[in-house]
């Protein structure tokens, strides 16, 4: 089984900083992407960066300038600058990749998500 597991979310004020962190773990053969999710209280989850295999980067408009995905083999991570209020939701680690379990199709896995805060 693969599995992920996020840490760093927590209670900040606006413009305020977090470093979230997203390690897989298990029987992983390679990995196409990792990114980051967020939900907020009523709303649909949504994108909020990605790094895919080359080096490729992708963020939401909302949070460009703001937010810097990195990845480094197993683990992913997100640097949050100048958090704002709307910033708050809780924040999953996503991950597309190869195990042996599932070889060779790819497939997508979820970290359980910590949440947030950005207090104004």
């Known amino acids: 089984q693969v599995q992920l597991v996020e840490s760093g979310g927590g209670a900040v004020q606006a413009g305020g900083s977090l470093r979230l962190s997203c390690a897989a773990s298990?029987?992983?053969?390679?990995?196409?992407?990792m990114g980051w999710f967020r939900q907020a209280p009523g709303k649909q989850r949504e994108l909020v960066a990605i790094?895919?295999?080359?080096?490729n980067t992708n963020y939401a408009d909302s949070v460009k300038g703001r937010f810097t995905i990195s990845r480094d083999k197993n683990t992913v991570y997100l640097q949050m600058n100048s958090l704002k209020p709307e910033d708050t939701a809780v924040y999953y680690c996503?991950?597309?990749?190869?195990?042996?379990?599932?070889?060779?199709?790819?497939?997508?896995?979820w970290g359980k998500g910590t949440l947030v805060t950005v207090s104004s």
């Open positions: 996503n991950a597309n990749l190869l195990s042996d379990a599932r070889a060779p199709y790819a497939v997508e896995y």
């Open positions: 790094s895919a295999s080359g080096g």
């Open positions: 298990g029987s992983i053969v390679s990995i196409n992407a």
